[in-house]
C-alpha cells in the first residue's frame, strides 16, 4: 500500500506537468508569441521543478524529457520538427536536460534527507517519552514503596499500643507512655501525609507563592514549630544577623526549612547540636543548618537533592521517606530560591538556602 | 506453664519496641529487647531466652543471618517480624530454622497466638499422643486413619504423609520447598506442582467447602499451614 501512494501521486503530477507544458507551449505560441528561448528554457524548468519537489526523481527526469523535446519540437528553429538547424541549439538542449535532471536529483535527495531528520527528530521524541513514562513507573513504584515502609511501623505500634490501653493491667505510668506512643505515631503519620500532600502540589505546578513582609525569626518560629517531636532529642543554636525585614512568602519558607531541620534531626546523634543561622544581605535571605552528624558521603552528594534518593548507608541507618529534601528543593524553587549540601571541615552536613527577597528596615527600627 | 517463659524481642524501631514489650509482658512473659543482630546474639548467648522474636530489617546484620547463627547454637523457637512483600525474607528465614512468621503491621492477637504456639511446641506438652484434633478432624497418626466427625476419609498414602506432616507441625507454617523435600525428596523441591496437586486432592476430600479452607490454610508465596484453630 505504501508503494502504491506515491506511484499514484506521480502518475498524477506527470499528467498535471504535461498539462502544464501543453499549457504553456500553447500561451507562448498562439498568445504571448513569447520565442526567447531563455525564457522558454526557464518555464520548462520551473515545471520540472516543481515535480521534482513532490514526486520521484523518475517522474522528474520523465518531465524533463518531454520538456526538453517540447522545447525543441515547439520552439527552436526549425520549429515544427524535432531537427535543428544550429549546433548552438544543441548545446542549449543539452544543457537544458542536464541542468533539469541535476536540479530534480537535487531536490529529491533535499526532500529525501529533511524527510530522515523528520524521522530521526520522531524517533528522539519517541525514546524521551518513553524515558520519561520509564522514570514515572519508577517514581511510582518508589513513592509507594516509601509510603508502604514508613506506614507499617507507626500502624502497628498504634494497633498494639491501643489494644494495650485497653487492658485493665496497665498502671498509670504505662498508659500515659502508651497514650504518648500512639500520639508520636500519629504525629509521624501526619507528617508523612503533609508531605505526599506537598509532593502532589509541586508536581503539580500548584505551588504559588504568597509574599509578605517578614521578620525572618518569625519564619525560624514557624519551622521549630512545625518540626515539633522529631527536634526534641536535639540541641538548637539559633543565629540571627539581621534587623530587617524581608519580602518572601513565609509559609512556604518555613516549610523548606523545617525539611531542612528534619534532616539534620535524623542524620545526627541525639543530644548534638544543630546550629541554624539566618542572615539578610543583597542576595536575600539566607538560611543555614549545619550538624553533627557523619557528613554526606561524596557520592550522594550529587543526588540529595532527588525524590526518594537515599544514600546507601543512610539506607540501613535511619528510618527516612526520602521526600523531605526533595519537598524543600521544590518549594524553595517556587520561590526561585537555591539550596545546596556540602561537608563542614570540622564534620557534619551543611545545608545553606538562599530565597532572593527585597528588604526594608522594620518598623520598630523606625519608630526606636 | 510453670515457668515465666522469657521471650528476647529484637527490632531496631523504638515504637515497635515500646508497643510489643509492654504487650507481652501483659501476657505474662518476661521481655528482653535487643535494637541490633550484634546485641541480639550477645543476649542469647549469655542470657539464653525461650523465645526470640525477630524483625528480619536490622540496622547492623541481616536479620536472616541472625537467624541462621541462633539457629547453629541453639532450638529456642523464633519468629520473625517481616514486611508484606518481603516473602523471599520470610522463606529464607524459615528454612534457616525461623519457626513461625508474623507480618507487619501485625495485630497484638496474631503475635501472641504464634509466640504461644511455638512455645507450646518446645514445652512438649501436647506432642505425640498418637493423634492429632483439629475443629471435627482428627488424624490417627498410628493406625494412618483421617476422621471428620464420626465419617472415616479415605487417603491415599501420599495425601496421608502430606497431612501428618502438617498435624505433626499444626499451627505452623512450612515453606514450599520443606514439605516437597519431606514428601518426595530433596530432587523433587523444585517442582511445586506436585505440591499443588497433591494439596487440591487433600482439600476436596477434607475440607468441607474446598474453595474455601478452614484446616489446610495457604500462606501466599511462602507455604502451608494446618491449623487447630478453626472457626465456627
Known amino acids: 500500500v505504501a508503494s502504491q501512494v506515491p506511484a499514484t501521486r506521480d502518475l498524477r503530477l506527470l499528467a498535471a506537468a504535461i498539462l502544464g507544458i501543453a499549457v504553456v507551449v500553447f500561451v507562448y505560441t498562439e498568445w504571448l508569441h513569447v520565442t526567447n528561448a531563455l525564457i522558454v528554457g526557464f518555464t520548462f524548468l520551473l515545471i520540472v521543478l516543481v515535480v521534482a519537489a513532490m514526486a520521484t526523481f523518475w517522474a522528474a527526469a520523465l518531465v524533463s524529457v518531454l520538456a526538453m523535446l517540447a522545447f525543441n519540437f515547439f520552439f527552436l528553429p526549425p520549429v515544427g520538427t524535432l531537427y535543428l538547424s544550429e549546433a548552438e541549439n544543441w548545446v542549449a538542449l543539452f544543457v537544458f536536460l542536464v541542468v533539469s535532471l541535476v536540479a530534480s536529483n537535487l531536490s529529491t535527495a533535499a526532500r529525501a534527507r529533511a524527510q530522515e531528520a523528520v524521522d530521526r527528530a520522531q524517533l528522539v521524541e519517541a525514546r524521551k517519552a518513553a524515558d520519561l513514562a520509564r522514570q514515572g513507573e519508577e517514581l511510582k513504584s518508589a513513592l509507594l514503596a516509601s509510603i508502604a515502609h514508613n506506614l507499617r511501623t507507626p500502624l502497628t505500634a498504634i494497633r498494639i499500643a491501643a489494644s494495650n490501653l485497653q487492658s485493665s493491667w496497665l498502671s498509670d505510668a504505662d498508659r500515659h507512655e502508651q497514650g504518648d506512643l500512639i500520639l508520636t505515631e500519629v504525629e509521624r503519620l501526619n507528617r508523612l501525609f503533609q508531605n505526599i500532600l506537598e509532593m502532589a502540589r509541586i508536581d503539580a505546578g500548584a505551588i504559588s507563592t504568597d509574599l509578605r513582609w517578614v521578620d525572618p525569626s518569625e519564619i525560624l518560629e514557624a519551622a521549630r514549630d512545625q518540626v515539633g517531636l522529631a527536634l526534641r532529642h536535639h540541641n538548637l543554636d539559633l543565629k540571627i544577623d539581621s534587623d530587617v525585614l524581608v519580602q518572601v512568602d513565609p509559609l512556604l519558607t518555613a516549610s523548606a526549612l523545617t525539611h531542612v531541620l528534619e534532616n539534620a534531626a535524623q542524620y545526627s546523634p541525639p543530644e548534638s547540636w544543630i546550629f541554624v543561622t539566618l542572615a539578610v544581605s543583597r542576595d536575600g535571605l539566607t538560611m543555614g543548618v549545619r550538624d553533627q552528624g557523619r557528613g ?46 556540602e561537608n563542614c571541615p570540622g564534620g557534619g552536613a551543611q545545608f545553606t538556602i538562599v530565597i532572593p527577597a527585597a528588604q526594608k528596615p522594620s518598623a520598630l527600627e523606625q519608630t526606636s | ?194 505440591l499443588w496437586v497433591l494439596m487440591a486432592q487433600l482439600r476436596k476430600k477434607l475440607e468441607p467447602d474446598p474453595a474455601k479452607p478452614r484446616y489446610l490454610i495457604s500462606e501466599p508465596w511462602v507455604g502451608y499451614r494446618l491449623t487447630t484453630d478453626t472457626p465456627d
Open chain 2, 1 to 194: 506453664m510453670t515457668r515465666t517463659a522469657k521471650i528476647l524481642l529484637v527490632d531496631d524501631e523504638i515504637p515497635i519496641q515500646r508497643a510489643v514489650a509492654p504487650l507481652l509482658r501483659s501476657r505474662g512473659y518476661d521481655v528482653e529487647v535487643a535494637g541490633t543482630g550484634e546485641a541480639a546474639l550477645k543476649l542469647v548467648e549469655s542470657r539464653p531466652p525461650d523465645l526470640v522474636v525477630l524483625d528480619l530489617g536490622l540496622p547492623d546484620i541481616d536479620g536472616t543471618e541472625v537467624c541462621r547463627r541462633i539457629r547453629a547454637e541453639s532450638a529456642m523457637p523464633i519468629i520473625v517480624l517481616s514486611a508484606r512483600g518481603a516473602e523471599r525474607d520470610k522463606v529464607e528465614a524459615l528454612e534457616l530454622g525461623a519457626d513461625d512468621y508474623v507480618t507487619k503491621p501485625f495485630g497484638p492477637d496474631e503475635l501472641v497466638a504464634r509466640i504461644r504456639v511455638a512455645l507450646r511446641r518446645v514445652s512438649g506438652a501436647e506432642v505425640p499422643s498418637g493423634r492429632l484434633r483439629a475443629g471435627d478432624l482428627t488424624v490417627d497418626y498410628d493406625r494412618h486413619r483421617v476422621f471428620r466427625g464420626a465419617e472415616e476419609i479415605r487417603l491415599t498414602p501420599k495425601e496421608f504423609d502430606l497431612l501428618a506432616l502438617l498435624a505433626h507441625n499444626a499451627d505452623r507454617v512450612l515453606t514450599h520447598r520443606a514439605i516437597l523435600k519431606a514428601i518426595w525428596g530433596t530432587q523433587a523441591i523444585n517442582e511445586p506442582e506436585h
Open chain 1, 296 to 341: 554526606i558521603d561524596a557520592g550522594d552528594l550529587p543526588h540529595l537533592f532527588e525524590r526518594f534518593y537515599r544514600g546507601a548507608e543512610s539506607k540501613r541507618r535511619v528510618a527516612g521517606t526520602g521526600m523531605g529534601l526533595s519537598i524543600a528543593s521544590g518549594l524553595i524553587a517556587a520561590e526561585h530560591g537555591r539550596i545546596w549540601a
